[in-house]
């Protein structure tokens, strides 16, 4: 299973982020990874949470732009050469990352990051081959 | 200076006599030679008997911009085409286009006018015009070239475009006369400034600005930046093109040059002629014109005209400079774009009709600068940005070489752009024309 990330489009405007943080904090929806992509004048939020149907309800009754993508989530080494080591795998098996960012999820000696890949099924497929430890959810 | 005294000082009275011989003819050769007019003034039971006086020509029907591109491409011909020795077009981008056609006669016309306005801008047959407006289809470089010949300057035909070049030449051949659009004269000072070239070592003391409205505002900074006098002209490609009238030297209206364009101001909602002193939409008919007459075209654009003597000698009347238009249409750098046009690229892009909309603005460099905000929907939102982006650059792309501007597309949230009840404004110019 690939976990659901909600995307939100934002203006690049004072108090745009703290509006949709308030909007999840006041839904109690808790944030387990957070990221953010800008451009000159607009920004894109990505966001993993514990409640996905309820948190794009509510983006969307508060008239945002938000959508649903599958992206995986990897238990990756706390160490030096954790990520290395998955980027390696996904490198030599043709698993294309448009981006990735790290979770606030910290278990073990082991960190989560969110890779968005081009093709989903066969990222977990090639995770799957490897043993390699995927998050399907929070 | 006075081009054609004889024409330019004429008496009020003696004007109105030779402008109702010119419209007797016209009415008789429209009423013989072009079905679109007889169709006309038939349905309006009018015959070109019934002119008799010079406020006869209240009588006679309009002519629209719609009903040209009904009959595109030569429906108002009045002449054979073996006698046409010139076409030209309307810069509008898209749509059917508006034609121009010339014989020898008109020829004489639009360079007699031309010099006419060229004239009262001070330019002389020692001066070297550079001309910046562009040559080809669009009226404005060969109608200023015919004017310049006709009163013997030296004409650099430069055209628009290239501006280290328009320096050089300016510099090298002693330019002494501009004329383009008032946006490119004030981007030619920037370029300037920022290479460090000074435009007080040219010897360009004045010019004729026009195919795009501009501002007292504009004048000032064009004076102070290019160190020249600036003087608006007026024209149009329905009408002959640059050439209709200009400025003269006490920059306070422009003189029309009524013996062969007949100027009248309408209320634009009820076609009824308004008094002079008062706002409405100007009204052109082309007097003499053989090729392509017009009867009382609708220009949309909106001024007032006044009468008397002017202090430089002249008694033609004169209009104010332009104080906005009847439609929507914007003239962005000289582009003509109705905001329909931009409408229609977006939605041909997605499936949905999208919530848009246009800010006009001068920005520093006094040049039109078109910014137009798209809401984004979920349909063509991506949590990837350089899909995002490439949208963006696909729409500055269509907008770029399907109507010719160059244009900052902004993805806003939606709901930021302004919903109303009525009809949706759509543009917001801020360049106070």
Not at chain 1, 37 to 60: H, N, S, Y
Not at chain 2, 108 to 113: F, G, K, R, T
Not at chain 2, 390 to 398: H, K, M, P, V, Y
């Amino acid at each position: 299973m690939a976990l659901r990330q909600i995307s939100v489009f934002l203006e690049n405007k004072t108090g745009r982020l703290a509006d949709v943080s308030g909007i999840v904090g006041d839904g109690g929806i808790n944030l387990r990874a957070i990221s953010i992509a800008d451009t000159a004048d607009f920004g894109i939020l990505r966001m993993i949470v514990d409640k996905p149907d309820e948190t794009l309800m509510l983006l969307e009754k508060n008239g945002f732009t938000a959508r649903e993508n599958k992206v995986l989530g990897v238990e990756v080494d706390d160490s030096p050469g954790g990520l290395a080591k998955v980027m390696k795998t996904f490198d030599e098996n043709g698993v294309n990352i448009e981006y990735l960012y790290s979770s606030l999820e910290h278990g073990q000696g082991k960190a989560v990051v969110i890779f968005k890949v081009e093709d989903v099924d066969h990222g977990i497929k090639i995770l799957e081959k490897y043993k390699m430890n995927r998050v399907s959810g929070f | 200076m006075i081009w054609n005294e004889k024409i330019e000082t004429m008496p009020e009275a003696e004007m109105k006599k030779t402008q109702l011989e010119s419209l007797v003819k016209l009415t008789e050769t429209l009423y013989e030679r072009v079905p679109f007019y007889r169709r006309k003034f038939d349905e309006l039971g009018i015959k070109p008997a019934d002119i008799q006086d010079i406020c006869d020509i209240e009588k006679l029907p309009f002519t629209t911009k719609d009903e040209l591109r009904e009959i595109y491409p030569y429906g108002l011909l009045a002449v054979d085409e073996s006698e046409i020795v010139e076409v030209h077009q309307s810069s509008g981008t898209t749509g059917t286009p508006v034609v121009d056609a010339y014989t020898r006669k008109d020829i004489d016309i639009w360079s007699e006018c031309m010099a006419r306005c060229l004239v009262m801008a001070g330019a002389g047959s020692g001066d070297v015009i550079q001309n910046a407006y562009g040559y080809g289809l669009f009226t404005g470089g060969i109608g200023v070239h015919y004017g310049a010949r006709a009163i013997g300057a030296n004409i650099i035909p430069i055209s628009g475009g290239n501006t280290a070049r328009q320096l050089k030449v300016m510099h090298d051949f002693g330019a002494t006369f501009l004329t383009c659009t008032p946006s490119y004269s004030l981007y030619i000072a920037e370029y300037a400034h920022e290479n460090g070239i000074s435009m007080k070592d040219m010897k360009v003391r004045a010019g004729c600005f026009g195919a795009e409205p501009w501002t007292e505002e504009m004048r000032k900074e064009m004076e102070l930046q290019l160190h020249l006098d600036a003087f608006d002209i007026y024209g149009l490609t329905e009408i002959i093109g640059p050439g209709v009238a200009n400025e003269c030297e006490c920059k306070d209206g422009l003189h029309v040059n009524e013996d062969l364009f007949y100027p009248e101001i309408i209320d634009s909602e009820t076609g009824k002629p308004l008094p002079d002193g008062e706002k409405g939409e100007l009204v052109f008919t082309t007097l003499t014109k053989e090729g392509t007459p017009i009867l009382r075209y609708r220009t949309r654009d909106i001024t007032y005209l006044s009468r008397g003597k002017c202090s430089c000698g002249r008694t033609s009347v004169k209009m104010h400079r332009l104080m906005g238009r009847t439609d929507d249409m914007l003239i962005i750098r000289g582009v003509n774009v109705f905001p329909t046009q931009i409408e229609e690229i977006l939605v041909q892009m997605e499936e949905t009709q999208p919530h848009y909309q246009i800010i006009v603005d001068r920005g520093k460099k006094h040049l039109d600068e078109v910014e137009v905000w798209v809401e984004v929907k979920d349909q063509f939102f991506s949590d990837e940005t350089r899909q995002m982006e490439s949208l963006r650059a696909r729409i500055r792309g269509e907008m770029k070489s399907r109507l010719g501007i160059n244009a900052v597309i902004k993805l806003v949230e939606p709901k930021s752009i302004e919903r109303s009840t009525g009809k949706a404004k759509r543009v917001i110019d801020k360049r106070n024309l």
